[in-house]
């Protein structure tokens, strides 16, 4: 058997099986010896019966005397007594008819269970049970307990794993030798055999040690060879003007803040170089961005050099053009945009231009370096909202310029540094930690979902007043299962009662590109009141006038989401609210009481960080880029460390392909990306 075997070589499992693995992400034999277990159950110390307590117990025992019935329609019961030489006890099984069979022999059992009082009497209730001559899977040990699905329990995937211990013996390392022996870390194969089947907390420890520094050393040696690539570009030289810089911040509106002006003078310093620029600029919702790098656009302009803007959405990118045009054609620098909507026509000349380079920035999608549009010198890229550039997306640029442009990814999505340094590791980094003056704080409440009402009648209030809002819901469609509300249920139960009297739009992830831009174009332009939505509206259009957010099922999404959400509002003169509405009424959770005591996203991003697992950490919002089991990422101590450590090998390393599972891997992860 090898790694890349189908799951469905082992033993016992067929077809059935076979699709209850997949929904766990379980199709081979590798992806089987990676599902780590969610949890352990120590029941590795054996009692003897005079001695036990009431709770988890494990006992060495024969069994003398065993009965089976059904006590009524679907229930079966199985009692045994079961000896040791210190006492007796009884033993209830329930809806297992063939335990009486595994028990009929003379063999000494290994049982483990839950010992309490039931029915007037004590019993050892449901106990696991094993031969003690047999290699323990159940009892007897401490118990790996794996994420699940119905119809598939951890005693069938331990007995999956337990086929697979003669190949993860002989496992060849991922790791160079010389990085295990000097960290002192345990073989991958010792390290596997712990994860799933661990001789104590110890040795536990030791393997996830391993695991994280496996899966970090990965991540951190991709980023790093990526900033290395890069690097070895070519790229634009675009010197700083000190009188052009002048009359940039002279022709603004208002007064850039000290953090504006110093990640400006960061990135202007960058660009100075034949160095391309690869930097990300982190800023809080409403930190002034957009400015930054219209600045940095204004002075490849001035030498002749074309800008490109990219925006995930098309309505996101005219509203990039329209900011960009009030602060740059002022300055005599036009503005091009270029998206599906604009007509074939306006389109063909447009296209023309940008070849000429008869246009300074041109603003669209990230089909901008996809599709075959030629610039004449393209000097600067700016990307918003999709952070990772990869290999592959550098080979676009390149084909359209005779250098590599610089690159600048901004986020309205604060990052934690142990996570820049990860995923976002062959960036530079940039936070505007600092918002313009003036802004007014939006007021956050918890609302139980059983007062509502008022609310909704403030909502109406505020629409009286010519204002618009959102209203946020976990879910596309009715869940049977899940309990939480969705947009499709909210938006017909409001349309029909609570807000007939009102315009509502509905948006979700399943509509199509074009259908998402035209509603969310027509609530932009105040045809609609009210905004029934789900999270994808959590990064986008600037609606001035939305001065309600409330956010159904609130303990449905991430700290950080909610943040985001929340920015939606306060974008204008009005005083703006957010509402979370729990999807029960039970004591809100510490995430939506951070949310409520504080509005600085730099500070809710370490909290989210920190409040979740590294399996649940960040999900699809990051695109598959995140892949960590095991590795704690809120630990930015070992992350700087395993940073350090692959820097290091990548500098002394000749060949990574002679260590040909790692080599896979990290190129792997050096493609990971967003735009593919």
């Not at 509002?569 to 009424?585: D, E, F, I, M, N």
Request: charge should be positive; proline fraction near 5%; include cysteine.
């Amino acid at each position: 058997m090898v790694l890349s075997d189908s799951i469905t070589k082992l033993k016992g499992v067929g077809p059935a099986l076979s699709e209850k693995l997949a929904l766990l992400g379980v199709t081979t034999v590798r992806d089987l010896i990676y599902f780590f277990p969610r949890r352990y159950d120590d029941f590795s110390h054996v009692t003897k019966l005079k001695d036990v307590q009431p709770g988890p117990v494990t006992v060495k025992v024969k069994v003398e005397k065993v009965t089976a019935r059904h006590v009524r329609r679907g229930l079966h019961i199985t009692e045994a007594i079961i000896a040791d030489e210190t006492s007796k006890l009884r033993a209830v099984w329930f809806n297992q008819p063939y335990r009486p069979e595994s028990l009929k022999s003379d063999a000494v059992f290994y049982m483990s269970g839950t010992f309490d009082f039931q029915r007037d009497r004590f019993i050892l209730q449901n106990p696991s049970v094993e031969k003690v001559a047999e290699f323990a899977k159940n009892t007897a040990r401490i118990v790996p307990i794996y994420p699940q699905v119905r119809g598939l329990k951890s005693y069938q995937l331990r007995q999956m794993i337990s086929q697979l211990l003669p190949l993860i013996a002989i496992l060849p390392d991922t790791l160079p030798p010389e990085v295990v022996k000097r960290e002192n870390l345990l073989p991958l194969s010792a390290a596997l055999l712990q994860m799933h089947f661990p001789e104590s907390h110890q040795a536990l420890q030791e393997a996830k040690k391993r695991i994280a520094f496996e899966e970090l050393f990965e991540l951190l040696l991709a980023a790093h060879l990526n900033k290395v690539e890069h690097r070895a570009h070519l790229g634009w030289e675009i010197p700083y003007e000190q009188a052009a810089a002048e009359a940039f911040t002279a022709a603004l509106s208002f007064t850039l803040t000290n953090a504006q002006r110093r990640v400006a003078w960061e990135i202007l310093q960058d660009i100075q170089h034949d160095q391309p620029m690869n930097r990300l600029l982190q800023g809080d919702v409403g930190s002034g961005k957009t400015v930054v790098a219209a600045f940095a656009a204004f002075m490849a302009g001035r030498q002749g050099m074309q800008s490109a803007f990219m925006a995930p959405t098309e309505v996101l990118a005219a509203q990039h053009a329209e900011s960009l045009s009030q602060l740059l054609r002022p300055l005599g620098m036009s503005v091009g945009l270029l998206v599906g909507s604009v007509k074939p026509g306006a389109k063909k000349v447009l296209t023309q231009q940008i070849k000429e380079g008869n246009v300074d920035i041109v603003v669209g999608t990230h089909a901008l370096i996809q599709q075959k549009i030629e610039f004449a010198k393209l000097g600067l890229v700016v990307i918003d909202e999709q952070h990772r550039f990869g290999v592959n997306q550098r080979k676009a640029l390149l084909a359209k310029s005779d250098r590599l442009p610089h690159l600048l990814a901004m986020t309205a999505t604060p990052i934690p540094r142990s996570l820049t340094l990860t995923v976002y590791g062959e960036l530079d980094v940039s936070v505007i930690d600092e918002r313009p003056p003036g802004r007014t704080p939006i007021i956050t409440e918890i609302h139980s979902p059983h007062s509502v009402k008022p609310l909704y009648e403030h909502i109406d209030q505020q629409i009286n007043q010519g204002r618009q809002v959102y209203i946020i819901c976990p879910l596309v469609s009715e869940s049977d299962t899940l309990g939480f509300k969705s947009v499709e249920q909210e938006y017909d139960r409001l349309q029909k009662s609570v807000f007939k009297h009102r315009r509502i739009g509905l948006l979700h992830g399943q509509l199509s590109s074009v259908e998402k831009d035209e509603v969310m174009t027509r609530f932009k332009n105040g045809e609609f009141d009210i905004l029934v939505a789900t999270t994808v509206v959590e990064v986008g259009v600037d609606v001035p006038n939305a001065t309600i957010m409330l956010i159904e099922g609130a303990d449905r999404f991430g700290l950080a989401q909610l943040h985001q959400l929340r920015g939606r509002v306060g974008r204008g003169k009005h005083q703006s609210y957010c509402y979370l509405v729990p999807s029960t009424a039970q004591k809100p959770s510490q995430r939506l009481q951070e949310v409520a005591r504080s509005d600085d996203g730099f500070y809710l991003a370490q909290v989210d960080l920190e409040l979740r697992g590294p399996g649940e950490l960040y999900g699809t919002r990051q695109h598959g880029s995140l892949d960590l089991r095991v590795a704690n990422i809120a630990d930015t101590k070992l992350v700087s460390h395993v940073q350090k450590v692959a820097e290091a090998f990548a500098t002394t390393a000749t060949d990574l392909l002679q260590y040909p599972e790692l080599h896979k891997r990290v190129e792997r992860l050096r493609r990971v990306t967003t735009f593919n």
